[in-house]
């Protein structure tokens, strides 16, 4: 439908807003939202109970766990972002988008998108990379539907008729340019095929990379676009004004730029370099201002409504949102010391911590916008507050019942890692034993998401129902002053220059941003004294790489870490602590995030390559009780030999050592190593094939840390 034309210049113009698209929109953030939870829910019990992994290659806890957090982070969040940003932005700059045709590119590329994760996951087409493990392919469709949506957004803030930018629209800008950033450079990759490809960095520089990604793809992505649609959404549902238009610029601009350096704190006690490591700290205890000033501006927006608070869904939902918001970004600032972190990194209490800001500031602030736009889309009241009510209800007993006991579960990991004897020897050498003690905890963490999940569903009927009680304003009719030309002088706050030209806006948000990732980069990637070699590492045989791939796409990183850290409970648990040099010709590095199972960096050699076949065909019958999934498949299928040379060669061109003559002659390399490991096996009666798939698994387990030889005193 177009706008009536305006016949005399002197008066308002008259125009529609789109909200087809907000509506496109929320469709889908309720869709993904619960394919992600029921995922998410289906994943807790797995852990629990491993007979829920289901027997299948495509079921397994691996593969389908990092589908679970891109579903929920991608497509139940992002579309939220999505649908809050086209409607917020239209009615801030008083003019529709720029392009429905934009539009409609950004909505179905969004959606083809998270189907290609839908596919490619499970299949085990993975980098391994937290939040970032979609293959290039991927990776470059993400890259240009995030173009078409800046092309969109700054399009219609070109053509806007409010010429001041409120706050919201600082995030969004803020928004667009770091994720473009952080999603460009931590992508950096080489294909060797079309599902294949390695990391442009190796090892420690690779964490430092991930980790930058990582930490900031939830500043970036689940953290300012929500605080935009906080400042956006919480006035105009309280009808009150923001508490503090001076707090509001404080708290963006120390945001943006403080973030940024707290990625190194995801990586404390590893081989990454202590200076690194101390920047992530200091910035992100430093964190907590800026946080909390949007937090403290938050509530006191709702200052002289709290009686409204008591009745209206939305609101509940806004404030309970704004606290978990709150809630996480103090913990996590805690978590960055070492005293804590030494106890909490590698166990359930980071899970609990994730999900806290997850489910209560994400989830709970999208349930709210869904609440309210809704009826208003659809011209109609809320079909039943009762309802959300006992949404908002279900959701908070949710969050209880998943992050009580995860927190239970991390402490009672933490300690027990540690814990020694009277006589000086670890008291649970036996990592099973610290898992067989949260196994009910798991239990209880899934019947929290079956409540959670439980109240969403309570929310799409209700929704439903206002939806068929109304009808559609796909094409809502607006009226608004022409926008007229600036004058020259500058009145006002000086800060108001810059929220009327967002060329500018967007030049200063990029400084802020880059400003860390430069200062932690530069010297990491420049001074060889950051990562020292260590002669003795050498490159992954032909056999070994294919192993690694293998483990890569059985998701195993997702429960193991193959990281030592220098703790004396670790060190007498796994080995000798990690050291830099070991992970130079590591494409991705694979250091982890969690220890559902045990370390594995120094597996290799300790035990016989019969334990290995027997665990993975059974977990039970090496470690009774223990909770992972079986791997039969493993022992039916057969490495894809028609990879290994141009694996080789991609790696090659990445900095890895290898001579062309081994190239050419990998497969054969391969084979070698491989009759090898199978003559072994058949000492003890276990017949499989050479070219098998267990067989690469079990030489890349074999391989692991034994590069270094570390003398004892006799």
């Known amino acids: 439908m177009s706008p009536p034309k305006k016949e005399d210049p002197g008066k308002p113009d008259a125009f529609f807003y789109d909200n087809k698209i907000v509506r496109d929109f929320g469709i889908a953030t309720v869709f993904w939202g619960i394919a992600g939870m029921l995922i998410g829910v289906i994943i807790a019990f797995q852990l629990a109970n491993p007979d829920m992994n289901m027997g299948t290659q495509y079921t397994t806890f691996g593969r389908v766990r990092p589908l679970h957090t891109n579903a929920v982070i991608f497509a139940f969040v992002g579309n939220a972002i999505f649908m809050g940003v086209y409607y917020s932005l239209q009615r801030l700059c008083k003019t529709r988008m720029y392009s429905d045709l934009l539009s409609k590119i950004n909505f179905w590329g969004w959606q083809l998108i998270i189907v290609a994760a839908v596919i490619t996951l499970p299949l085990g087409i993975t980098t391994s990379k937290e939040y970032a493990e979609l293959e290039w392919p991927i990776d470059i469709a993400i890259t240009l539907v995030w173009v078409v949506f800046g092309w969109n957004m700054f399009g219609t803030l070109a053509k806007r008729r409010e010429r001041h930018m409120y706050v919201a629209i600082w995030f969004y800008i803020a928004t667009f340019l770091t994720v473009a950033v952080l999603h460009i450079v931590n992508s950096y990759e080489m294909p060797v095929n079309l599902f294949k490809s390695y990391s442009g960095y190796a090892g420690v520089q690779d964490a430092l990379v991930q980790w930058w990604y990582g930490h900031n793809a939830v500043a970036f992505f689940l953290t300012t676009p929500f605080l935009g649609l906080m400042y956006y959404f919480l006035p105009k549902a309280a009808n009150r004004p923001v508490y503090s238009y001076r707090l509001s610029i404080i708290h963006f601009w120390s945001l943006i730029f403080i973030y940024i350096w707290a990625g190194p704190h995801h990586l404390l006690y590893t081989s990454l370099p202590d200076w690194a490591q101390s920047l992530g700290v200091v910035f992100s205890i430093m964190l907590i201002a800026p946080s909390w000033g949007g937090m403290i501006n938050g ?27 709150g809630m996480a970004t103090f913990e996590g600032p805690m978590l960055s010391l070492k005293n804590v972190n030494a106890i909490a990194h590698f166990t359930d209490w980071i899970v609990a911590h994730v999900h806290v800001g997850a489910l209560g500031w994400n989830g709970f602030l999208t349930f709210a916008l869904l609440y309210w736009l809704f009826p208003r889309l659809y011209n109609t009241k809320l079909f039943s507050n009762k ?5 908002f209800w279900l959701g908070t007993l949710g969050i209880l019942f998943y992050a009580i006991p995860m927190y239970w579960a991390g402490f009672t990991q933490g300690l027990m890692w540690k814990q020694f004897t009277a006589e000086g020897t670890l008291q649970y050498s036996n990592f099973l034993e610290t898992v067989l003690q949260i196994v009910p905890m798991y239990y209880m963490r899934g019947i929290g998401g079956v409540l959670y999940l439980s109240g969403v569903f309570l929310m799409v009927y209700n929704l439903y129902k206002t939806a068929k009680s109304g009808t559609l304003i796909a094409n809502e009719p607006a009226v608004a002053p022409a926008r007229v030309k600036e004058e020259s002088h500058n009145a006002g706050h000086w800060h108001s220059w810059i929220e009327k030209r967002p060329t500018q806006m967007a030049i200063w948000a990029t400084v802020a941003i880059l400003i860390g990732g430069l200062v932690e980069f530069i010297p990491a990637f420049v001074i060889k004294s950051n990562v020292p070699t260590i002669a003795s590492v050498k490159p992954y045989t032909s056999l070994e790489l294919q192993g690694r791939d293998l483990y890569i796409k059985e998701g195993c990183v997702n429960c193991h870490t193959q990281m030592v850290r220098p703790f004396r409970s670790e060190t007498e648990r796994y080995g000798e602590y990690s050291k830099a040099g070991e992970f130079v010709y590591d494409h991705n590095f694979l250091w982890g995030s969690k220890r559902t199972g045990p370390d594995l960096h120094r597996v290799g050699g300790k035990y016989p390559n019969s334990w290995h076949y027997h665990h993975m065909l059974d977990p039970t019958s090496m470690s009774p009780g223990s909770i992972m999934p079986a791997y039969p498949w493993l022992f039916e299928q057969n490495v894809d030999l028609s990879t290994t040379q141009d694996k080789l060669r991609v ?6 050592p290898y001579e062309d003559e081994y190239i050419a002659n990998a497969n054969e390399e391969l084979m070698k190593q491989a009759e090898m490991v199978t003559a072994d096996l058949a000492k003890e009666g276990l017949e499989v094939k050479p070219e098998s798939e267990i067989v690469a698994l079990i030489a890349y387990l074999q391989r692991l840390g034994t590069d270094i030889k570390v003398k004892t005193e006799e």
Request: aromatic share 8%; proline share 3%; glycine share 6%.
């Open 387 to 391: 309802l959300a009510n006992t949404h």
């Open 299 to 325: 509530l006191l927006t709702l200052r002289g409504a709290w009686d409204k608070v008591r009745v209206e869904p939305v609101l509940k939902f806004m404030v309970v949102a704004i606290t978990a918001y």
């Open 651 to 656: 790696l090659k061109k990445l900095g890895v």
